[in-house]
């Protein structure tokens, strides 16, 4: 019996808002909603931060500010350097050295300087025990430790880009915290000067030591260096003077060896010369000292001129003439005086040559000894310069540490300091804790957070559904609208009721015409008739998940809304264990649906006329035991269909599909299915169960009606409101214009 629909979305204009706009409106909506809690929480939380922080002891800080410089002063000017240098003024060596500075400031050694001098372990007030009780007090005194209370009191604050940087002391005695940070900056000038000064001491001492050291060192290598000169003879002249001297030796005793021997070699050659001579023509002297003797020359000139003499006589006369007797005998004495001259001259010459060939040979023997000499010379140098060099660098060594010995002791007498007091601390008139303006104002602002916090948890843990969104997103199904929670409007005249005519809430649509529940209602109708206007939706069966949802008067209130367009309707009671339409409409339930399919009635007797015009009932009648078997005769089609032909539209009140079959047997029967959810009430899950026990069926949802929702609650805000009082009223004339024209169709179909 079940029938093809074609489902229409819903008209344009009853959409959702745009989707980019949900999320915001959501929140905004649940923030509205547990408005009340949010408030709440949050005076809670504030209210208890408020008490906390004016319960909290008054703290005060006091502040003392140093300039820190990362060199002292050049007093000695800048030749003297410093025993302790701070640091090279490069970014991250300034950036070490200030880091250091702030940990030496906060350190436990500091602290433990200030606590001695001001004797803090024993200040109770210092310690916070001033208010604690004597039996107490003992106990609690060898618990604190004085210098970890004052680290922890204690703040360093460097001023950025600057060499300031001040000690903060929060305490809740302000002359106290004064004085600690006195204290603390005094210190901390006296360790650094300690500091250096233990240094400088460290390095005078030292240096003391080491110039004993070098002062003997210096002094043995200088004896040992005038010994070495002794014993060498080197007092008057130095070792390179003297090699220079045995160079410039060996250099002229070899030029002169060379002159000398060459000199020889000459001499030899001459005498060979003149040797050569005495054995041959003596006319024929080769040798120059022959040559240039004038009385060789004379001899030589008288032989010649004696010899020409010879020669012309020997051709005029015999070899017994006189003449040539005389000349011959001349000759021959010319010849020996020659020859004599000529012995004597090489005689002369063998002499110097034998006197040139000793002095060769001294020569060749001092070239001997200067090189013995160089030599020897040459071998002292090595010793000599390992002397040299012991004896310079025990000198310089001794020069440097004498040097920085004077500054040292210069330095040691020089107390400077590189860091100054700036500002000394002043004692604090107003406290700096506790921050009242600024814990209160977060104890609001957490208050707030906290509040939204738990509104938004409670929002999601609350499973029912609520709102459009929940029935098309979760449950799937088309959102046919909203019933609003009934309320009577204190001047029903207004209205257009009488205020003495007595009604249940399921007839408000009757008579409250005009209020936002009867424009909702009609936005049902239309919204119905829009999802199906090729298909007349004959037979309308209305069911929920579980009881006290309000279907009965959803059921009588759209029923309402459609007889006002005219049409015929007929309201069925089909819940055969809780019926509640007769009790609705004032009527009597003797005789009804159970009746008709038992064949105890007619329809005439069934059928009840009602108050509102068009609207007919028929009541559950006498319950039977098995109202499920009922539904399942022929009968009880037989009866669907006579009630079809009898009315435009039938709508039947069913029992919760969850607790029932009875619904899902119906569903089968109609032509659609309105499921009814009570808006902030049933749980999701229930309703998912029902309906898919429906959909197991194939039952024709046409969608679902969220009931009972209360438009001025924060649970849907204003929104829902403006939908439904604006396109409620805007749908009212044309959705009667169509319900008429649809049911005028029916009934030409009918006839």
Known sequence: MSKEHNIQPLPPGLDAPEEGLIPLREYWEVILKR????????????????????????????????????????????????VVEFSKADFWNSSQFFQTQYRIIK?????????????????????????????????????????????????????????????????????????????????????????????????????????????????????????????????????EDRQNIISQRLIELNRQLNEIRGERIRMGAEADLV?????????????????????????????????????????????????????????????KELNREIATILKAHENRLAVTTRSETGLELELEKAKREAFEVNQKELEYSQLVREQKNNSRLYELVLRRLKETDLSRLLKDNNIRVLDKALVPESPVLPRVPLNLALGLVLGLVLGLGVAFLLEMLDNTVKSQEDVEGYLGITFLGMVPRMKFD???????????????????????????????????????????PDNNLDRILITSAGPLEGKTTTA????????????????????????RLHKVFKTHNKVGLSSLLLGEATYEEAIQKTDVPNLDMIACGPIPPNPAELMHTERF????????????????DSPPTIAVTDSMILSN???????????????????????????????PLLGAVLNNVDLDSRTYGQYYYRYYRQYGQYYET???????DASHDASDGAS
């Open 107 to 239: 350190s436990r050694s500091l602290a433990t300087k200030v606590v001695e001098r001001l004797g803090l372990a024993d200040d109770l007030v210092f310690l916070g025990l001033d208010k604690v009780k004597d039996e107490e007090l003992k106990e609690r005194l060898k618990e604190a430790d004085p210098v970890e209370r004052l680290m922890s009191i204690t703040e360093v604050e460097p001023a950025r880009e600057t060499r300031i940087v001040t000690i903060a002391i929060t305490h809740t005695d302000p002359k106290l915290a004064a004085k600690l940070a006195n204290e603390m900056a005094d210190v901390y000038r006296q360790l650094n000067v300690e500091r250096k000064m233990e240094s400088t001491y460290g390095a005078y001492n030292w240096l003391t030591s080491q110039y004993k050291d070098v002062k003997e060192k210096l002094e043995a290598s200088d004896k040992a260096l005038y010994d070495f000169k002794v014993r060498n003879n080197i007092l008057s002249t130095s070792l």
């Open 490 to 532: 204190s001047n029903p005249g207004a209205m257009g009721v009488n205020p003495d005519a007595g009604f249940d809430s399921e007839l408000y649509v009757h008579y409250y015409p005009k209020s936002t529940l009867a424009e909702c209602c009609r936005t049902v109708r239309t919204n119905i008739l829009f999802m199906s």
């Open 275 to 335: 040797r050569q001579m005495r054995r041959g023509d003596l006319t024929q002297a080769a040798s120059e000292r022959v040559i240039s003797n004038p009385l060789v020359q004379q001899l030589k000139a008288s032989l010649t001129k004696l010899r020409e003499t010879e020669g012309e006589l020997s051709e005029r006369y015999l070899d017994d003439h006189p003449e040539l007797i005389a000349v011959r005998s001349q000759l021959k004495t010319i010849e």
């Open 734 to 740: 044309d959705a009667d214009a169509i319900e008429m």
């Open 35 to 82: 408005i009340w809690l949010v408030v709440l929480v949050t005076i809670a939380v504030f209210a208890l931060v408020a008490a906390y922080t004016f319960q909290l002891p008054k703290k005060y800080e006091a502040r003392a500010s140093l300039i820190i410089d990362m060199a002292n002063a050049q007093v000695l000017g800048s030749e003297v350097q410093p």
């Open 637 to 652: 089609l037989e009866i669907l269909r006579n009630f079809a032909a009898r009315y435009d539209r039938v709508i039947f």
């Open 556 to 579: 009588a209130n759209i029923a309402t809304a459609m007889s006002q367009s005219n049409t015929r309707i007929l309201l069925v009671d089909t819940d055969m264990r809780r019926p």
């Open 669 to 699: 029967l109609v032509d659609g299915v309105i499921f009814v959810v009570q808006g902030g009430r049933t749980s999701k899950d229930i309703v998912r169960r029902a309906l898919n026990k429906l959909k197991a069926v194939n039952a």
